[in-house]
């Protein structure tokens, strides 16, 4: 069988393998969450959903990424240390979702998996990048995302309908760039994130937990380092800031605000744009169509970006009016 039939071959059944094992094991760990209480409980201010909910969805589409990803790419170094850093991820949320971490040392953990990506060789190294700013830059930007996803997971479907638009847009640009070891990776990773999303839109049945969104993070924060933007275009390292627009804004948005309001950026609070429009009166599956309808466009813009179709000047306008829009909506 020839190499060029071959490969949509192992796309296909990455993403049919990944989607197949988390449907079956989120319902699991559904039971396993409710026989050992790991639930999460309504608060009354952010926590506002109307029973007590499951965790563990996290373990469940990261065992499935797991599975359809040992069966379609080969163990590499590199691939080792990152295996590694997602791991580190998901036992620190796991460890936050059953006794609650202190902000210091939920940071360690993410620190250590940064540091697990980066000896991976998952860092700037192109044009202008490629001297000693490099690896501080890439070091912020994955705690940052990591730290971006724990955030936005404030609604049913949410991050995982962000992080499923997010990479889908990587696989794609993957694709085009014919970059088929990420493109594998990216469809056992869709796989499982779409499967859980079944479970998880409006009214939840389970949740990601701290597990979850930290490793969909750091997911998300190394995939860009893994595609040669620079063999293609010298400004490709804009498009993965496009293309996690939201999770970015909603990280800075909450900074912001909660700064303005002197309350420490780490203390949970009210603030998410989400629970924002919540308050305006928009309906969760109303949340999730704007973000899908936003994220569309992002995917659009960055591929369009990316390839040289659309010019740079003419994404600074499309960004302005985007944060524009953005903006209105919430607080207009």
Same mark, same amino acid.
């Given at each position: 069988?020839?190499?060029?039939?071959?490969?949509?071959?192992?796309?296909?059944?990455?993403?049919?393998?990944?989607?197949?094992?988390?449907?079956?094991?989120?319902?699991?760990?559904?039971?396993?969450?409710?026989?050992?209480?790991?639930?999460?409980?309504?608060?009354?201010?952010?926590?506002?959903?109307?029973?007590?909910?499951?965790?563990?969805?996290?373990?469940?589409?990261?065992?499935?990424?797991?599975?359809?990803?040992?069966?379609?790419?080969?163990?590499?170094?590199?691939?080792?240390?990152?295996?590694?850093?997602?791991?580190?991820?998901?036992?620190?949320?796991?460890?936050?979702?059953?006794?609650?971490?202190?902000?210091?040392?939920?940071?360690?953990?993410?620190?250590? /998996?940064?540091?697990?990506?980066?000896?991976?060789?998952?860092?700037?190294?192109?044009?202008?990048?490629?001297?000693?700013?490099?690896?501080?830059?890439?070091?912020?930007?994955?705690?940052?995302?990591?730290?971006?996803?724990?955030?936005?997971?404030?609604?049913?479907?949410?991050?995982?309908?962000?992080?499923?638009?997010?990479?889908?847009?990587?696989?794609?640009?993957?694709?085009?760039?014919?970059?088929?070891?990420? /493109?594998?990776?990216?469809?056992?990773?869709?796989?499982?994130?779409?499967?859980?999303?079944?479970?998880?839109?409006?009214?939840?049945?389970?949740?990601?937990?701290?597990?979850?969104?930290?490793?969909?993070?750091?997911?998300?924060?190394?995939?860009?380092?893994?595609?040669?933007?620079?063999?293609?275009?010298?400004?490709?390292?804009?498009?993965?800031?496009?293309?996690?627009?939201?999770?970015?804004?909603?990280?800075?948005?909450?900074?912001?605000?909660?700064?303005?309001?002197?309350?420490?950026?780490?203390?949970?609070?009210?603030?998410?744009? /989400?629970?924002?429009?919540?308050?305006?009166?928009?309906?969760?599956?109303?949340?999730?169509?704007?973000?899908?309808?936003?994220?569309?466009?992002?995917?659009?813009?960055?591929?369009?970006?990316?390839?040289?179709?659309?010019?740079?000047?003419?994404?600074?306008?499309?960004?302005?009016?985007?944060?524009?829009?953005?903006?209105?909506?919430?607080?207009?």
């Amino acid at each position: 069988m020839s190499q060029e039939l071959l490969i949509p071959i192992k796309l296909f059944f990455s993403f049919t393998l990944s989607f197949l094992v988390s449907f079956y094991l989120v319902p699991v760990m559904c039971d396993v969450a409710f026989r050992l209480n790991i639930l999460d409980v309504p608060d009354g201010r952010v926590k506002k959903h109307k029973q007590p909910t499951p965790y563990l969805g996290g373990v469940a589409l990261f065992f499935a990424f797991i599975v359809s990803l040992s069966l379609t790419l080969p163990f590499e170094n590199s691939m080792f240390f990152f295996l590694i850093g997602s791991t580190i991820l998901l036992f620190v949320g796991l460890i936050d979702d059953l006794v609650p971490f202190k902000p210091y040392q939920k940071f360690v953990g993410q620190v250590i /998996a940064a540091l697990c990506f980066l000896r991976a060789g998952f860092y700037l190294k192109t044009h202008f990048f490629n001297n000693y700013w490099g690896l501080p830059i890439s070091f912020f930007w994955m705690v940052m995302l990591i730290n971006a996803f724990n955030l936005v997971d404030i609604m049913d479907g949410l991050a995982t309908l962000l992080a499923s638009f997010a990479t889908l847009s990587f696989l794609v640009i993957s694709l085009y760039f014919q970059q088929y070891t990420v /493109a594998l990776l990216l469809t056992s990773f869709l796989g499982a994130l779409i499967a859980f999303f079944w479970y998880n839109r409006p009214e939840a049945k389970i949740y990601l937990g701290d597990a979850g969104s930290l490793f969909i993070g750091g997911m998300l924060a190394a995939i860009p380092f893994m595609i040669n933007w620079g063999n293609y275009t010298i400004h490709g390292y804009i498009s993965p800031l496009v293309i996690l627009a939201i999770p970015l804004l909603e990280i800075a948005q909450l900074v912001v605000i909660r700064t303005w309001k002197k309350i420490p950026f780490y203390h949970a609070s009210s603030d998410h744009f /989400a629970l924002y429009l919540r308050r305006k009166g928009w309906s969760k599956n109303k949340i999730l169509l704007y973000c899908a309808a936003l994220s569309a466009t992002l995917l659009i813009c960055s591929f369009m970006f990316t390839i040289g179709v659309l010019p740079f000047l003419l994404l600074v306008v499309t960004g302005g009016l985007f944060l524009l829009v953005w903006f209105l909506v919430l607080f207009l």
